[in-house]
């Protein structure tokens, strides 16, 4: 769902800035307030045909714009799409359109910070969509706020309480934070809505391994892979099949996905969680020598890992 899609020469950073400062004066200068009433049924008209020419001819500038952009952005020209939409977007300072195409050459180009400022200012404009405070929250979670992305999943499920991406969003954003059982209540959410979600049931089979229920994890990793292959149903496989002490099986379903010395992390991990500290060490030992220029974090569970295996040696009256 949140994928990158490569760098996109867009150089417009600053333009856009000024575009939010001048849509959101423009929002708050809209005004719904009546003119006054008059005795002439002929003036009102004529001050109601005054008052539409200028909306419509900014309409139709707009539209022209977004036609334009649509056109370039096909053409692969995406610094004269998003110029387009940016002036789109000024001319109609109430539709969103050329808010959420602004927002999504934004992300592309990996400016979040950018895009989530256009995505507000949309959400300004028309605050009933709920998939604008949906795709609000994923990239809140890319930039890892789990609280902000937690809230606007909330409000985007509020609004339309079908938007099972908002549950599975609420599941990412608690294992975020740490928290395997709340991510396992909002993935079931989600799994009640879609529960064919190849995404989804590899992110539910995840939460169930950090909670030991392997065989649901197993299940719906399974299912997930079969119907559509990812790096994470791949990861959780692995994970589950290094629980179960197939070190070997775990290896090489982590092996296409990760480094060596990540897979070899990735073991030591697992076998950790299982109480396998001896197995543990010789993994942390293996990815620290695979990535000796950058293995701190191996290094540092693998001394994590030798106290420890000390100590159980201790416990036992074993010598060290």
């Given amino acids: 769902m949140n994928a990158r899609q490569g760098s996109l020469p867009v150089r417009t950073s ?16 809209v005004s719904t307030s009546s003119t006054s ?4 049924t002929t003036t ?7 008052k539409a020419a200028p909306q419509t001819a900014a309409k139709t500038t707009a539209a022209a714009a977004l036609a334009r952009g649509d056109a370039a ?19 109609d300072l109430v539709d969103d359109t050329a808010l959420l195409r602004i927002a999504m050459l934004q992300e592309v180009s990996g400016r979040l910070d950018l895009a989530i ?13 709920g998939l604008t405070a949906q795709r609000i929250g994923f990239l809140w979670l890319r930039l890892g706020r789990d609280e902000r992305a937690a809230r606007e999943f909330t409000r985007a499920l509020q609004l339309d309480p079908g938007l099972w991406a908002s549950c599975m969003g609420l599941g990412l954003a608690a294992e975020q934070r740490g928290d395997a059982a709340a991510a396992r209540l909002h993935y079931d959410e989600a799994l009640a809505l879609k529960p064919d979600s190849p995404e989804l049931l590899a ?25 559509a292959p990812s790096t994470v149903a ?3 496989l692995g994970d589950i099949m290094a629980r179960d002490g197939d070190y070997a099986g775990a290896l ?6 990760l480094t060596v010395s990540s897979a070899y992390q990735r073991l030591g991990e697992q076998a950790m969680a299982r109480g396998d500290l001896t197995a543990a060490v010789g993994f942390f030992e293996s990815a620290a020598r695979e990535a000796p220029g950058y293995s701190e974090e191996a290094h540092q569970r693998l001394a994590v890992a030798r106290e420890r295996l000390a100590a159980a040696a201790r416990s036992a009256g074993r010598p060290r």
Avoid: H, I, N
């Fill in 14 to 29: 600053a333009p856009l800035l000024t575009l939010l400062a001048l849509a959101v004066g423009g929002c708050a200068s």
């Fill in 37 to 40: 009433a008059t005795t002439s």
């Fill in 44 to 50: 009102s008209t004529k001050t109601s045909a005054a």
């Fill in 252 to 257: 090489e379903a982590y092996q296409p996905a």
């Fill in 117 to 129: 400022r256009a995505l507000q200012l949309a959400d300004r404009r028309d605050p009933r969509k």
């Fill in 203 to 227: 992110y539910s089979a995840r939460a169930d391994v950090a909670l030991g229920r392997l065989a649901s994890a197993r299940d719906q990793a399974t299912r997930s892979f079969t119907a």
């Fill in 234 to 236: 791949r990861l959780v």
């Fill in 73 to 91: 952005l096909r053409a692969g020209r995406a610094e004269e799409a998003l110029r387009e939409y940016l002036d789109a977007a000024q001319a």
